[in-house]
């Protein structure tokens, strides 16, 4: 029993590691965020965040948002190097800040549920 979770543990995070380093390479190494969207980075983002936070905020147990909060920081550190390496290096410090703030306003229960439910759907 333990061996074939411990399979499943692995496979999962190469999978990950594969995604976040493929997507991260491609931005790092040419130093630029050419072909790469930001709008479609900050949907994404959101789009995670929320399901991340309707988890957290519904007392599920990490393995149930685990993967989102990978993705999440994954697709925020995107965002912030397409800024950086767009020459925009304040607009990236605020973009970090300002995401950190939305997660915790999200996770704080300062957002109704009823937003998170309406959002994750």
């Not at 790092?28 to 790469?36: D, E, H, T, Y």
């Amino acid at each position: 029993m333990v061996y074939k979770n411990f399979k499943a543990l692995l496979s999962k995070g190469l999978r990950i590691a594969i995604i976040a380093g493929s997507l991260l390479v491609k931005v790092m190494a040419n130093k630029s965020g050419k072909g790469v969207s930001m709008m479609g980075v900050l949907l994404d983002l959101t789009a995670i965040t929320f399901h991340m936070s309707y988890s957290f905020m519904n007392g599920y147990p990490f393995n149930a948002w685990r993967d989102n909060t990978f993705l999440a920081l994954r697709t925020a550190a995107i965002g912030a190097l397409l800024l950086h390496y767009s020459g925009q290096k304040g607009k990236s410090l605020l973009f970090c800040a300002a995401y950190a703030a939305f997660v915790y306003v999200l996770n704080s229960g300062l957002t109704p549920m009823r937003i998170l439910i309406a959002a994750k759907l």
